[in-house]
């Protein structure tokens, strides 16, 4: 009986995993520039810790946690989602006592989900958070870095969709009013909807069903009901966002799924390639969150990135445009070939080498099913006089080279 992977356990294949490593690669360094610092967090938390942050509503929460308990009786579960863990990690290691804490992390998240194009049930996230920053231009420098990471990796249709929940101050009468509106529409309205429209009606406004976005189509936005304070705090985030020079786009029905949101949210979304689910990146402001889980209140705010759905928006680049394979015809050729791609390692270009007895037409049919574009032959006839035969096979040329030559020609192909 063959084995195959569990459905939404997905493998990354190599192809992929060279788009996920220069994801990682430049988002390091972006961050880095930016005042962050990396965090390791565990996979497996307490489950308490997220049935206590993302909200009972929440589809996370009713129906797509991996729960279970270990042998020592604890529930257990594995996380959703890097925020919650983040800000556990800042209250228990007392990361408080900085006045701003700038960190990062990534790594697999488990939701019990329907499997789709760049959803798996394994999944990928990239996440930041900013923790101990009230001011409105965190927000938006933090979007802007964001911003920046998606040009510096090629990627190109993009739109940066922004809203304000309001506080726990405006956020109340607002829910209460929308759950009021909600109650005329209740015949037009999914299950979904219709059972979270007490606790948490503001999840109408996100429902992907046509039925919901019909019936919601003229509800009051929440902006016409938050406070002063979130007022000032949403212009001064936007001011900021034009002073960055990011473009961006305020769309009223844009909640967010997690409960703990206050005030900014956004999302990246990818507008082509990806259907329906185009989030490729979404955030916002949790500024009570550190004080609900017992640590100082503290301002907050961050994001995640899908790894899977941004790596589908990438363009496609070949990985082995400087892959040198090296292939060894005749008796004392190895040693040479060894030296050769112990050089060519040496200045950053990746090589092979066939050293099998093969013939020189297997062994070239074999370099252009592995894709490499430089073959460089190594016979009796090289090693006499000294030179490499390269061939180039993207443009279909050969010719003998010196050893100077041949590190010249590679290093060349690389800009």
């Given at each position: ?7 939404g356990?997905?493998?990354?294949l ?12 430049e ?13 390791r ?18 589809d ?23 925020t ?6 800042y ?202 889980l ?44 060894m ?35 430089f ?7 090289e ?9 180039d096979?993207?443009?279909?040329t ?14 060349d192909?690389?800009?």
């Amino acid at each position: 009986m063959s084995i195959t992977a569990i459905r939404g356990f997905n493998d990354i294949l190599p192809n992929e995993c060279s788009k996920w490593a220069k994801i990682e690669a430049e988002a390091r360094r972006v961050f880095a520039l930016h005042g962050f610092l990396e965090i390791r967090l565990p996979i497996v938390e307490r489950a308490e810790l997220f049935l206590r942050t993302i909200g009972e509503t929440t589809d996370i929460v009713e129906k797509q946690m991996y729960l279970f308990k270990d042998n020592g009786g604890d529930s257990l579960a594995l996380r959703p989602e890097g925020t919650a863990s983040a800000v556990r990690a800042y209250i228990e290691h007392k990361l408080y006592e900085s006045p701003v804490t700038r960190i990062f992390y990534s790594g697999p998240m488990f939701r019990y989900e329907r499997p789709q194009k760049g959803r798996y049930r394994q999944f990928y996230q990239l996440g930041a958070e900013v923790l101990g920053d009230a001011g409105p231009f965190s927000d938006a420098e933090t979007i802007a870095m964001l911003a920046s990471l998606f040009t510096n990796i090629g990627i190109k249709g993009v739109s940066v969709n922004v809203n304000s929940l309001g506080c726990e101050e405006c956020r109340p009468s607002y829910k209460a009013m929308l759950s009021e509106f909600l109650s005329a529409k209740t015949g037009s309205l999914c299950d979904n909807c219709k059972r979270r429209m007490d606790k948490n009606p503001l999840r109408a406004l996100d429902c992907k069903s046509e039925h919901c976005i019909e019936a919601t189509k003229d509800t009051p936005s929440i902006r016409e009901h938050l406070c002063t304070g979130c007022k000032e705090h949403f212009s001064g985030a936007l001011n900021a966002l034009d002073a960055l020079g990011v473009s961006y786009e305020i769309n009223p029905r844009m909640v967010r799924g997690l409960d703990y949101y206050t005030r900014t949210t956004f999302e990246v979304i990818a507008t082509e390639g990806l259907g329906s689910q185009n989030a490729i990146a979404a955030g916002g402001r949790y500024d009570n969150l550190v004080k609900e889980l017992g640590g100082p209140q503290t301002p907050c705010f961050g994001f995640a990135i899908g790894m899977e759905r941004l790596a589908l928006t990438m363009p496609e680049k070949s990985d082995t445009a400087r892959t040198a394979h090296i292939i060894t015809m005749g008796d004392g050729t190895l040693k040479t070939a060894m030296e050769a791609a112990a050089t060519i390692r040496g200045h950053g270009v990746p090589a092979t080498i066939d050293a099998s007895s093969a013939s020189l037409k297997s062994k070239m049919k074999k370099a252009d099913r592995i894709g490499s574009r430089f073959v460089i032959i190594i016979g009796e006839d090289e090693l006499k006089e000294g030179l490499f035969s390269l061939k180039d096979m993207t443009a279909g040329t050969q010719e003998r080279v010196t050893r100077e030559a041949l590190l010249e020609k590679l290093a060349d192909s690389g800009k």
